[in-house]
């Protein structure tokens, strides 16, 4: 019996040297028929944002946008069978809905290492992931 599956694997990626380590490790220990999941989550704008406001920009073209630049960065026959997707909301709450309408067996995720006022303003994604999250998520650390 095996602790986790190693079928289905997501690693949540906030355009961080941290999460971007993350991913390549995850793709180095997962099975070559491994799904491994890359999922970007954006904050809603805000009704006063400028770029709504003048009607510039729109959640669409922020997520071509972070298409765009994921793709730049992971393009390649290493990257062939990766599945990336953006969504729009709370990051927390969508990392864990789209585990599991995805059923993923394991979540990866870096922890930032915040502390103090920071932690307490800013709040943690991975400790809500860890507390709320059906399958195990794995932490990495600093």
Not at 111 to 140: D, W
Request: glycine letters at 6%; aromatic letters at 10%.
């Amino acid at each position: 019996m095996a602790l986790f599956s190693q079928d289905r694997i997501l690693v949540p990626i906030d355009f961080s040297e941290e999460a971007f380590q993350a991913l390549e490790e995850v793709i180095a220990f997962a099975k070559p028929a491994a799904a491994v999941h890359a999922l970007h989550v954006l904050k809603a704008l805000e009704p006063t944002d400028p770029g709504l406001v003048w009607q510039a920009i729109d959640d669409d073209k922020r997520k071509e946008n972070v298409q765009k630049a994921f793709l730049e960065k992971f393009s390649g026959d290493r990257y062939s069978g990766l599945q990336f997707v953006v969504l729009v909301g709370d990051p927390s709450s969508k990392i864990i809905d789209y585990a599991e309408q995805e059923s993923i067996g394991l979540i990866v995720m870096p922890s930032h290492g915040r502390t103090g006022l920071s932690r307490f303003f800013m709040g943690s994604v991975a400790e809500r992931v860890v507390r709320f999250a059906h399958c195990p998520v794995l932490v990495l650390r600093q």
